[in-house]
């Protein structure tokens, strides 16, 4: 109906009880036009969005950063004298994510008012600063029951092999924020993020339409392991079961160490590691990493959302150190990629200390917006601390500058505002253990014999 039209009608022939149902009748027949495809409000939708992204380029040009969210972006918009709304045309505040320094994710969630699904269409959006996904490693399904480390290289980019669909930390150092972002290669219109602002780490399950993340640290959210069905957007928090089960006279307010193990196909389990944080500073890894703290869920949907964990028991409580450890030990070598998981592949753990500590060193120093930079920095400290051992005995002098370099690693991930829990936590152990020249009781690699220049 034509704003002429609405202006014309002889509004006092009408009583008040039917001006009462003509009105919403008024307003479901524009939302039904705009269902149909009216590119007047499409287009409006377009430009709030553009005009967002404009003022978020003059703050960052002004500041020299992103601003933190839509009521600074507003303030911003109102000291220039401007009018500003941060909602989109549909009445609906629009969704602003700060996913990088310099990266953002902006957009409209539409008349429906939800978050996309896989069947949904994509709602408008803008990905400033992100690079086109394209492709991303692979994951391997072992059939183990046993601890495994995490591969910090998947948090580059993990591609599901049954659906292309690829996952990504996004990681903001400054707001201290990790988001979960999905997208199809495919289709640059589509992407989902997570709610939880404080994801670690995450694995596609088989289907390639689910996904389990790890999330800590959240002022917002809990902490907890969550399953998330993309086909329909449900999310669960299957720890608070676990929690009950295993530590049921524990504080609410208790801190746990959480990280995800591997899956496995047949039979499809989950296994992830728990543990209680206790109030001793450190966590040693070869009492995090054991069989005693590795728990299964079987990964149909009834348990994914009803979760009655197993724990793993063997007759001796092994841990990851008892087995050959790699940080290659889950990618699918089949799968490319992108550069700084193929770098990460190049990175070895055998061979001469010098080079092996070159080697992670050189990567380390080039991560520093990456989401692998945690993990590339605990396996560098952990290599400091194997050559510091094997200096010990054989060369005092250069085993104490190896200690003092060690110290300085794992003083920099203990204090990294971005890294998970867990490896925050180990990594003050080792430098509890390097401050008092002590060697972590721990193995990643295998170092050939030094042969240092004879004493004259």
Not at 10 to 28: A, E, G, M, N, Y
Not at 63 to 73: D, V
Not at 398 to 413: C, H, K, P, S, Y
Request: charged fraction near 20%.
């Amino acid at each position: 109906m034509s704003t002429d039209t609405q202006t014309s009608l002889p509004i006092q022939r009408f009583p008040k009880s039917s001006l009462v149902h003509l009105l919403p009748l008024l307003w479901l027949l524009s939302l039904a036009l705009t269902e149909a495809g009216g590119p007047l409000h499409l287009a409006s939708v377009g430009a709030n969005l553009q005009t967002t992204a404009d003022w978020i380029a003059s703050f960052q040009k002004e500041n020299n950063r992103l601003p933190g969210s839509l009521a600074e972006i507003r303030l911003y918009a109102h000291s220039h004298q401007q009018p500003y709304t941060p909602y989109d045309s549909y009445g609906l505040r629009l969704q602003y994510l700060p996913l990088r320094e310099n990266a953002y994710l902006l957009k409209s969630f539409s008349s429906d008012a939800m978050e996309n699904t896989l069947t949904s269409p994509p709602d408008e959006q803008i990905l400033f600063g992100l690079e086109p996904a394209t492709q991303g490693l692979q994951t391997l399904f072992p059939n183990l029951s046993q601890p495994m480390i995490y591969q910090g290289a998947f948090l580059g980019g993990l591609q599901a092999a049954s659906t292309g669909l690829i996952a990504r930390l996004e990681v903001n150092v400054q707001l201290r924020t990790r988001f979960l972002l999905i997208r199809d290669p495919k289709d640059p219109r589509f992407s989902l993020i997570s709610f939880h602002d404080g994801v670690e780490e995450f694995l596609w399950l088989p289907s390639g339409t689910e996904v389990v993340y790890t999330a800590q640290g959240s002022e917002r959210y809990e902490d907890g392991i969550y399953y998330w069905n993309l086909k329909d957007g449900t999310i669960h928090n299957i720890f608070p079961k676990l929690k009950d089960k295993i530590w049921p006279n524990a504080a609410p307010d208790a801190s746990f160490y959480l990280s995800i193990s591997h899956i496995s196909e047949d039979p499809q389990l989950l296994y992830v590691l728990a543990a209680q944080a206790t109030q001793k500073k450190g966590l040693n890894p070869k009492d995090f990493y054991r069989f005693s703290n590795l728990y299964a869920i079987s990964l149909d949907a009834e348990h994914m959302q009803n979760p009655n964990f197993q724990q793993i028991n063997s007759e001796v409580d092994y841990n990851a150190f008892d087995y050959p450890v790699s940080h290659l030990a889950l990618i699918d070598e089949r799968h490319p990629g992108d550069a700084a998981q193929e770098s990460w592949r190049d990175l070895e753990l055998s061979g001469e200390a010098e080079k092996l500590i070159d080697q992670w060193q050189e990567y380390s120093s080039k991560q520093a917006q990456s989401p692998l930079l945690p993990y590339s920095l605990w396996w560098l400290v952990s290599i400091y601390n194997d050559t510091f051992r094997q200096l010990q005995e054989t060369g005092p002098d250069e085993a104490q500058v190896i200690r003092n370099f060690g110290i300085e690693i794992a003083d920099a991930l203990t204090a990294f505002p971005t890294a998970p829990l867990h490896l925050r936590a180990m990594a003050e152990f080792l430098k509890k253990n390097l401050l008092l020249s002590q060697v972590a009781d721990y193995n990643v690699c295998s170092l050939r014999p030094l042969e240092l220049p004879a004493e004259r």
